[in-house]
């Protein structure tokens, strides 16, 4: 048997074959399948039709449905989205089901599917989100499906997938205090471009991944899709694991995979950590690379800290460290990803301080957990950009109109750089503010 990576391992061992190779098709059994209220209700609607008005869900504990996206808001056809949610959890008794205005309510998705257990290395994640390559973080096949293959999964299980060829992204070195996952992902995507691993998995190895704690690898994760990624993927590890068995819901059983030594790669890079700068993504793409230092001055309206990328306790530990006891210049807006994350805020300190209490008093406004600007949304949404002006935004995209106005410009940063650039006014270099 050749050797495989760990993208190829998990499409073999799911599909029941000793081996695959690239471009291969094969039946793969999903561990878990995910939607949330932009797409639930459009999955039912094919599972219905396709399926029949009476049929069963494959496995209802494989199911997991998360409303996310649309929350906080007036606007009747977001609230009715949620409530197809409901009616469906209702009628397939499904456990997994985290309700908005219930005490399993949890926000955004790719961060409360690990954070509920629903994340384990070897398995296959599906879900109707693009982002859902997060939880290649955890050593499993991870990736965003359309509403119709979901539709498909719901009633068989199964889906068809070609087994994508790996890239390999390698990072050494030990990460300096001034760098995040986040300037390490936004340089691979403005190295390789939007469109540079289309329909490839971007597997990142090396001991400046692995040192990374497991928020920042989900980061790193997360936007393998910005390069046009089937899925990202990290080796599990000791953090994996022990992340991973204090949560693992139902206790399930799980088993890791590895690559082969002498596994192929379409394409490898190397990078030093301690020779890279902090980044930005210009608009409008998140390939519009610049070094902060090249755009360091550019004047700003905004500041957004959240979203499945940006906004997890350690983007806040890191933003907070830069705004204690300073004062914002701009509109400054934080968003805890989820529910526990929020609660972060209140029982993680610096200098006897919590985050919440150093964010209020920089002058920052706190919103609640969900995607609220990240995706725009309805006018009412949270920290959504209603007028054409420039953001510096910890979120993963910086196309026209995402975050709101079609006109605004998003730069995409870390937290850090975000929280810096806060109190500038400007984008600003944090390394100025770690001295
Ligand atoms: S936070 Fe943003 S990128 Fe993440 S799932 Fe929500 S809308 Fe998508």
Request: proline share 5%.
């Amino acid at each position: 048997m050749s050797a495989m990576t760990m993208t190829e391992k998990i499409l073999a061992r799911s599909s029941g074959k000793s081996s695959v190779v690239p471009g291969e098709n094969v039946w793969t059994n999903v561990d878990v399948l995910m939607t949330h209220d932009v797409c639930g209700p459009g999955t039912f609607g094919v599972f219905k039709k396709e399926f029949g008005p009476n049929a069963k869900v494959w496995d209802k504990d494989k199911l997991v449905l998360i409303p996310d996206h649309y929350i906080f808001t007036k606007d009747a056809m977001a609230n009715r989205n949620v409530d197809v949610l409901r009616a469906f959890a209702k009628e397939h008794d499904i456990k997994y089901f985290y309700d908005v205005g219930t005490a399993n309510y949890k926000g955004v998705c790719h961060i409360a599917l690990p954070e509920e257990g629903h994340t384990r290395p070897g398995e296959v994640l599906l879900g109707t989100d693009s982002h859902t390559c997060t939880a290649g973080a955890f050593g499993e096949f991870a990736t965003g499906i359309g509403n119709t293959d979901a539709g498909f999964v719901l009633g068989t299980g199964k889906l068809w997938l070609k087994v994508p060829p790996t890239m390999r992204f390698v990072f050494h070195g030990q990460m300096p205090p001034y760098l995040m996952a986040k300037d390490l992902i936004l340089a691979v995507i403005g190295d390789i471009g939007v469109d540079g691993a289309t329909y490839r998995a971007m597997e990142f190895d090396g001991d400046g991944v692995y040192a990374l704690n497991i928020e920042e690898r989900m980061t790193l994760c997360n936007m393998a899709i910005e390069a046009g990624g089937k899925n990202g993927i990290i080796a599990a590890d000791q953090v994996t694991f022990d992340y991973v068995n204090k949560r693992n819901a139902g206790q399930k059983p799980y088993s890791a995979v590895k690559t082969d030594p002498g596994a192929k790669f379409d394409f490898e890079k190397v990078y030093d950590v301690t020779k890279m700068e902090p980044v930005v993504a210009k608009p409008h793409s998140p390939d519009n690379k610049a070094t902060v230092t090249e755009v360091k001055g550019t004047k700003l309206d905004r500041a957004y800290i959240g979203s499945c990328t940006g906004g997890k306790l350690t983007d806040f530990k890191a933003a907070a460290g830069i705004l204690n006891g300073k004062t914002v210049k701009i509109d400054t807006f934080v968003v805890p990803a989820t529910t526990e994350v929020a609660r972060g805020l209140d029982t993680e300190k610096i200098g006897g301080k919590s985050l919440r209490d150093i964010f209020l008093a920089a002058g920052a406004k706190i919103g609640e957990a969900s995607c609220a600007a990240c995706l725009g949304g309805p006018s009412d949404t949270f920290g959504r950009l209603n007028t054409p002006i420039s953001c510096i935004s910890t979120t993963n995209r910086n196309f026209p109109g995402r975050m709101g106005h079609k006109e605004a410009k998003v730069f995409l940063a870390s937290p850090l750089t975000v929280a810096a650039s806060a109190l500038a006014g400007t984008i600003a270099d944090c390394r100025d503010l770690l001295v």
